[in-house]
């Protein structure tokens, strides 16, 4: 059985984004930001995009300091959209867990990550939010396990970058399943 999305990207012929922002690097903002559109895109062909930049500077070029209702009715004016898009990404910085037995026969350590991505849709006739949703998740960078025996696991992260990228791809990619159409198998009685 198909189940439509439980949100319609089509409904609005054109949506601006304010470039999303991190508690992390700047760039990991920017790079959620692109891929949000990429998976929006992916999910609903010809759907019409435009980057507006930083919200500092699209309230600035519409005289407000914060983003409320009038203020978005003003951006989507402004640059004739009719949907407004924003959105967090909450990064954690690497957190060390460690656990060993008393007599050190056994130590587990792993480093991880919990990042999270919160976005909203809000229409532009009366600033209205119409669409939100967030994801988390918590993600390992690097871990070690010895036993009795020695090192028994090694497990290590060099390329932070590319699991930072990796990271905020999934969280897009999860927060962007509502633009998706589902299928769900069902059992029929005869």
Not at 145 to 166: A, M, P, Q
């Amino acid at each position: 059985m198909d189940i439509p999305p439980r949100f319609d990207v089509g409904k609005y012929a054109a949506y601006g984004i304010i470039q999303m922002t991190s508690t992390g690097e700047d760039d990991l903002g920017k790079l959620a930001m692109q891929r949000f559109m990429q998976s929006m895109q992916e999910a609903k062909s010809g759907t019409v995009i435009l980057e507006l930049g930083t919200e500092k500077d699209v309230l600035a070029s519409v005289g407000k300091a914060k983003l409320d209702p009038e203020a978005v009715r003003l951006i989507a004016e402004k640059n004739k959209v009719n949907a407004l898009i924003t959105g967090v990404l909450d990064v954690s910085k690497e957190k060390l867990d460690l656990n060993f037995k008393p007599d050190l026969s056994a130590i587990n350590a792993k480093s991880q990550v919990k990042a999270s991505l919160s976005t909203k849709i809000y229409e532009s006739t009366v600033g209205a939010t119409v669409w939100t949703t967030s994801r988390s998740g918590t993600w390992n960078m690097s871990a070690l396990s010895t036993d009795s025996k020695g090192l028994s696991s090694v497990n290590i992260v060099t390329d932070k970058e590319g699991r930072y990228e990796k990271i905020v791809s999934e969280l897009a990619a999860a927060v962007t399943s509502d633009f998706r159409p589902t299928y769900e198998w069902r059992d029929v009685k005869k």
